[in-house]
């Protein structure tokens, strides 16, 4: 285990030594020119240049061609370092000792410390493990890119992936089994997040200067490197206030026993929160126990939507601590780190847009430079060739690019997010005009474009589930469980923006706020409305389609628009058309504590943007900057983009095969989350170091109950992980099997050492023990785990029969009909354990008479198929 986490930990230290020349170019408008994420850089660019060029086959999977496209990133550091001169390196780290001792301190605390908690609860058991463990041996099994599916043979992944690559490369270079490597790679991208979340903060505070808007006193570099710490801490550790709201309950505070003696709470029959509706069961303590589930899974479900018939729908709310401690090593997950490279990317672009003269002072890339000092933003005028020797600009694509190969879902967000920081630096030199929304779309187009062609072998062979946006009528957050999920983040930041609000009481007009965010909750009103509308209108317009004797094409938009209404009718728990529009609409304004909450942030917000607009004279010639004094903006910029990703799902949602918003939720509140957990950190430091002594007091009470409180979470949380610790500790993410099947890991010990081939097991739903063979071998199993692959794939088109000839396969007693299935699906390896004879009424005798055993032991059998090509080929 050690020397595991050691071969780790020196090897991505190295990544992040090699990369430091570039990282110090690109990011060189920050404080500590990246540093704190060149770790996270460097090892993005070492799993793109490897992707890219095994997806291209001029690159083997193997050792070999890790460490070549390694080199390659070396030898780009070399030429910068010959360009730069070695002697400015050296100056700037004798110049940073200090905030680099912190940043080496934090990570390998944060990597060796969750390193021991994973080691406390290895098993890849439940939930989504078995999925990701699969996809890393697959990836390390697979000979060639794309890697294979895991769980569909002759298909590689359609599934984001990028994460997983990086992690088999560590474990490749490493010579780390995949079931090790799934733990280490959840130890080390929670320490590569703590450091991304340092890094900005660390940035941010060490902008702030005394002067206006904001006021204060400026922070040292030495300060900044001790308050940056409080962003790992509302990132990574700061949950929602559900674990607090468990203790209470735990406690039986809020019950009281009726007339017959039964325990009643009308509070918590108000709160809603599933479980915690039940009461508890004595005798009371503070320790969150009960016997009828997981305590600490309700923190993820906090969230309830209802049809408008009552029928309650499961909503996701993670947020990261809870992702950590779950130890899913989901692409959510994976995404992390370089969703905080992203944001200090976008920070390093700000900053540079703030030089002093002129706005980009050497400055962001030569392509947007005419366009950010004004002039006319014209890409046709440069010329490909010209946009080709902009490697700057293709950097931000391949960063921004990333994230759709790591967790799809972010691409989008983190687009829009970066071009509001470049609209944002043209509004503080011109000011609002509808032109503004027309450069937003346009540098959104050109970033996704280069986005999509970076990772063009990604794209070929990815489907989605996502088929459009649905309009939510029935489902909103309450107002109750929007604070339970965010209170700990959204104290801090509203009374910072309070403060705020004190100190340019005379110059913000809080009239324009008002009528923005008005007219944005009104929009998006309206939008959903329509298409509400649209959608129940949709069974009429398909049988009036229908109607008479209509062509094939006329025949199919019909029977497609009853599918699309009968669907959305079903959601919405009614029939009734004009009571699905009342009806909703009613709920909406009796429940209205979300969507005012947001009211008032985005009101707000935009009255404070105002006052970092640059004042000019007549002749256009600055009369009063405003906008380098401190980052104020840029924080103000992202808890934007927060308020806008939880606003949206209150009005439309994405279109998924589960036909609600429980992804929709999932995936924008997680976002958020880090958003405001960046916002909350920025702002505590804020407060802590510029109140007067008699407010910094009250602040300081409250501060710390708001964050005692969302700590409850973790700690209840690593308590009941190390109750939970069975026998020694390790990282070894298969070591359930070897204790409690020592036959089955024997037989997958072999199937690890053989030839790759295609496996056939016994076939199961989701989040199961099912696919077990091919999670832990890395060999491709005929169909694992069939309600994933159809997420995956959009559908079940490419399983086909899979599932059937599978039984099939097992049961007949037809040498013929077997050999025929085998030929079909390429399978060499039949494997016949406890599970297969479970599942069907295995029929071996035919395998017996026409195929050798290679393996055997008292629980498996395994045999092998000659005529099976390699799978390569």
């Known amino acids: 285990m050690i020397l595991s986490f050691l071969g780790w930990y020196l090897l991505i230290s190295l990544v992040g030594a090699v990369a430091l020349p570039l990282t110090l170019h690109v990011f060189s408008g920050l404080t500590d020119r990246g540093y704190a994420l060149t770790r996270i850089f460097g090892l993005l660019l070492w799993g793109y240049v490897f992707w890219l060029l095994a997806s291209l086959r001029v690159l083997q999977n193997d050792r070999g061609g890790i460490l070549l496209a390694l080199g390659l990133i070396a030898l780009a550091s070399v030429l910068f370092v010959r360009r730069s001169g070695l002697r400015d390196i050296l100056h700037w780290l004798q110049q940073a000792k200090t905030q680099i001792l912190t940043v080496e301190i934090l990570f390998f605390m944060a990597f060796a410390g969750w390193a021991v908690v994973r080691a406390a609860d290895p098993a890849a058991l439940g939930t989504e493990k078995p999925m990701e463990l699969a996809f890393i041996n697959a990836i390390l099994r697979s000979p060639l890119f794309p890697p294979h599916d895991p769980w569909l043979s002759g298909y590689a992944i359609s599934y984001y992936y990028f994460g997983y690559v990086m992690a088999a490369m560590l474990a490749k270079m490493t010579a780390v089994s995949g079931a090790v490597a799934f733990n280490l790679a959840s130890a080390l991208w929670f320490a590569l997040t703590a450091t991304g979340a340092y890094g900005i903060l660390f940035n941010l505070l060490c902008k702030i200067r005394g002067g206006e808007p904001g006021g204060g006193r400026p922070i040292s570099r030495l300060a900044a490197s001790?308050?940056?710490?409080f962003a790992p801490l509302f990132v990574l550790i700061v949950s929602n206030l559900e674990g607090f709201l468990e203790v209470l309950h735990a406690r039986g505070f809020f019950w009281k026993s009726s007339a017959d003696g039964t325990l009643i709470s009308p509070f918590w029959q108000w709160l809603d929160i599933q479980e915690l509706v039940r009461p508890p069961t004595p005798p009371f303590g503070f320790i969150p126990e009960r016997s009828s589930g997981i305590w600490w899974w309700r923190a993820s479900r906090v969230l309830q939507d209802y049809d408008l018939a009552g029928?309650?729908?499961?909503?996701?709310?993670?947020?990261?601590?809870?992702?950590y401690l779950l130890g899913d090593l989901h692409p959510h997950v994976l995404a992390m780190p370089f969703v905080l490279l992203v944001i200090g990317l976008a920070l390093n672009t700000y900053l540079r847009g703030l030089g002093e003269s002129p706005i980009v002072a050497k400055g962001f890339?030569?392509?947007?430079?005419?366009?950010?000092?004004?002039?006319?933003?014209?890409w046709t005028a440069v010329g490909v060739g010209g946009i080709l020797r902009k490697w700057e600009i293709w950097l931000t694509g391949l960063v921004l690019g990333s994230l759709a190969f790591l967790n799809t879902w972010d691409f989008p967000i983190y687009v829009g997010l970066f071009c509001v920081v470049l609209?944002?630096?043209?509004?503080?030199?011109?000011?609002?005009?509808?032109r503004r929304a027309g450069e937003l779309v346009e540098l959104a187009a050109i970033f996704a474009v280069m986005g999509v062609i970076l990772y063009l072998p990604f794209y070929l062979g990815f489907s989605s589930q996502v088929g459009g946006v649905i309009p939510s009528l029935a489902f909103f957050t309450r107002g109750v469980h929007f604070w339970v999920m965010f209170g700990p983040l959204l104290l801090p930041v509203v009374l910072w923006l309070a403060w705020l609000g004190v100190r340019h009481r005379h110059k913000i007009h809080g009239r324009s706020g008002l009528v923005f965010a008005a007219g944005t909750l009104f929009g998006l009103w309206l939008v959903s409305y329509l298409l509400g509308w649209l959608a129940l209108s949709m069974p009429v317009?398909?049988?009036?389609?229908?109607m008479g004797n209509p062509g094939p094409l006329l025949q199919k938009l019909g029977q497609a628009m009853l599918l699309i209404g009968g669907q959305f009718y079903g959601v919405q728990g009614s029939a009734d058309a004009g009571w699905i529009i009342t009806a909703s609409l009613e709920k909406r304004l009796l429940n209205s504590g979300t969507w005012l909450t947001l009211l008032v942030l985005l009101a707000a917000i935009w009255c404070f943007l105002g006052l970092f607009r640059a004042r000019l004279t007549e002749d256009s010639v600055i009369k009063e900057d405003v906008r380098s004094n401190n980052p104020d903006a840029f924080v103000l910029l992202i808890?934007?983009?927060?308020?806008?990703?939880?606003?949206?799902?209150?009005?439309?949602?994405?279109?998924?095969?589960f036909g609600w918003r429980m992804n929709t939720i999932f995936k924008f509140y997680f976002q958020t989350w880090i958003l405001w957990a960046l916002v909350a950190a920025y702002a505590s430091v804020t407060l802590w170091v510029r109140l007067k002594?008699?407010?910094?007091?009250?602040?300081?009470?409250?501060?710390?109950?708001?964050?005692?409180?969302?700590?409850?979470?973790?700690?209840?949380?690593?308590?009941?992980?190390?109750?939970a610790m069975a026998g020694e500790l390790t990282l070894d993410s298969a070591a359930y099997l070897e204790r409690y099947s020592p036959e089955e890991m024997e037989a997958i010990r072999f199937l690890q050492g053989a030839p790759p081939g295609v496996v056939v097991e016994a076939v199961g739903g989701s989040y199961s023990s099912f696919g077990r063979v091919s999670m832990l071998s890395g060999d491709p199993a005929v169909l694992g785990w069939p309600g994933h692959e159809s997420q995956w794939r959009g559908g079940a088109a490419e399983m086909g029969s899979r599932e059937e000839d599978v039984r099939t396969l097992y049961r007949t007693s037809d040498w013929d009909e077997a050999k025929t299935i085998l030929e079909r699906y390429n399978i060499r390896y039949i494997y016949i354990g406890s599970q297969e004879h479970s599942a069907y009424r295995v029929n071996e005798v035919k395998f017996v008479g026409f195929l050798q055993p290679v393996f055997k032991n008292n629980g498996v059998v395994i045999y092998e198929n000659p005529s099976a090509l390699p799978l390569e080929e």
């Open 226 to 229: 001790f308050w940056g710490l």
């Open 423 to 434: 609209v944002f630096l043209r509004y503080q030199k011109e000011g609002w005009s509808m």
């Open 639 to 657: 808890f934007l983009v927060g308020v806008g990703l939880v606003l949206v799902p209150e009005f439309l949602y994405l279109r998924d095969q």
């Open 541 to 546: 317009w398909g049988n009036m389609l229908l």
């Open 693 to 723: 002594s008699f407010w910094r007091m009250g602040f300081a009470v409250v501060w710390s109950v708001i964050l005692l409180a969302g700590l409850v979470y973790p700690f209840f949380g690593l308590r009941m992980k190390g109750m």
């Open 365 to 378: 890339f030569h392509a947007t430079r005419d366009w950010l000092n004004g002039r006319p933003f014209e």
């Open 311 to 323: 029928q309650g729908r499961e909503i996701i709310d993670e947020f990261p601590f809870f992702s």
